[in-house]
């Protein structure tokens, strides 16, 4: 008999739980990289990454608030709430958005999104599968772990050294276009023209 950690999904399931997942990828994936833009199109270099976070409240309001009481209305569901989920589901609120203002204060911290993102998304698997089997410890005990799993783990925590050790520097900056004045050229309604010395 095979001990391994299996899914409880069949093969015969419809794959919409895959597609789910690639949009959550989709999305996560993005998302630091929007953030930082967000943070740096605020042009506030002292409180910048609060705005962005506080956009960010906005838009989870909008999406996680708005969204799912209007799903619950229009599907007539009941307005009970069992203590025990509501606690755990505040908990992963809050820590979702502790995460979130990490990524912020990381981005603040000269953390570019390439580097700051790819630690996150390597480690956030590694304590998710660390934190799971604690939880759920395996059939057969922890030496029945199946060696790809480990071996799984291992290469997303290395991964995420090896990425913000070894980050490329970044290029140049385009430079600017220069600007300039010719002769009997406006700008708006003054008139600009070139004067050269001797005449």
């Given at each position: 008999m095979n001990d391994t950690i299996v899914s409880n999904t069949s093969n015969s399931q419809s794959p919409a739980w895959l597609l789910?997942?690639?949009?959550?990828?989709?999305?996560?994936?993005?998302?630091?990289?929007?953030?930082?833009?967000?943070?740096?199109?605020?042009?506030?270099?002292?409180?910048?990454?609060?705005?962005?976070?506080?956009?960010?409240?906005?838009?989870?309001?909008?999406?996680?608030?708005?969204?799912?009481?209007?799903?619950?209305?229009?599907?007539?569901?009941?307005?009970?709430f069992s203590p025990g989920g509501v606690a755990w589901s505040l908990v992963a609120g809050i820590v979702g958005a502790v995460g979130a203002f990490g990524v912020l204060l990381a981005f603040g911290a000269k953390g570019t999104p390439a580097v700051v993102m790819s630690i996150v998304f390597a480690g956030a698997p590694v304590l998710n599968a660390v934190y799971s089997l604690v939880m759920h410890p395996p059939a057969g005990g922890w030496q029945k772990l199946p060696w790809p799993f480990v071996l799984g783990i291992a290469l997303a925590a290395i991964g995420g050294c090896l990425v913000s050790l070894y980050k490329p520097a970044p290029g140049a900056p385009a430079p600017k276009p220069a600007i300039t004045a010719t002769a009997g050229s406006f700008e708006g309604d003054v008139a600009v023209e070139t004067i050269q010395p001797g005449l």
């Amino acid at each position: 008999m095979n001990d391994t950690i299996v899914s409880n999904t069949s093969n015969s399931q419809s794959p919409a739980w895959l597609l789910f997942s690639l949009l959550t990828v989709g999305c996560w994936g993005l998302y630091g990289a929007f953030l930082h833009s967000g943070q740096q199109e605020m042009h506030d270099p002292v409180n910048g990454r609060y705005k962005a976070f506080l956009c960010v409240g906005v838009a989870y309001f909008l999406t996680a608030v708005l969204a799912p009481l209007a799903v619950l209305w229009f599907r007539g569901a009941t307005w009970s709430f069992s203590p025990g989920g509501v606690a755990w589901s505040l908990v992963a609120g809050i820590v979702g958005a502790v995460g979130a203002f990490g990524v912020l204060l990381a981005f603040g911290a000269k953390g570019t999104p390439a580097v700051v993102m790819s630690i996150v998304f390597a480690g956030a698997p590694v304590l998710n599968a660390v934190y799971s089997l604690v939880m759920h410890p395996p059939a057969g005990g922890w030496q029945k772990l199946p060696w790809p799993f480990v071996l799984g783990i291992a290469l997303a925590a290395i991964g995420g050294c090896l990425v913000s050790l070894y980050k490329p520097a970044p290029g140049a900056p385009a430079p600017k276009p220069a600007i300039t004045a010719t002769a009997g050229s406006f700008e708006g309604d003054v008139a600009v023209e070139t004067i050269q010395p001797g005449l």
